[in-house]
């Protein structure tokens, strides 16, 4: 069963050009990844501060292994240290 991921993250205006080249690797490795559907990144209108990915896989399977990918990790690290907080996610399901 295919799942969404909902990838929170909070960035300051001053840190959104710093962030971009991660998100768009990030985005480059996932798509070579097997059982990866789809994506996109969303900015929040009453808070541009705040940016959404959201991700689709064909099972939460696919979806742990690329969560596990050493690769993936690495750029997470970077990407909560230059955020200076932990990056959120949610796993839904279809109904």
């Known amino acids: 069963m295919a799942v ?3 990838i929170k993250r909070k960035v300051s205006s001053e840190k959104l050009s710093e ?12 798509m070579s ?3 990866y559907i789809g994506g996109e ?11 959404l990915v959201v991700s689709t896989w064909q099972s939460i399977d696919h ?8 690769e ?3 750029l997470q690290e970077k ?4 955020l200076g907080m932990k990056t959120e996610y949610c796993i839904y399901s279809y109904q």
């Open 4 to 6: 969404k991921i909902m």
């Open 63 to 70: 979806w742990k292994t690329w969560f596990e990918n050493p």
């Open 41 to 51: 990144t969303l900015k929040r209108i009453d808070d541009p501060e705040e940016l």
């Open 79 to 82: 990407i909560d240290s230059l």
């Open 19 to 30: 962030l971009l080249p991660y998100l768009k690797y990030l985005r480059v490795l996932a």
């Open 33 to 35: 990844q097997d059982g």
């Open 72 to 74: 993936r990790n690495n």
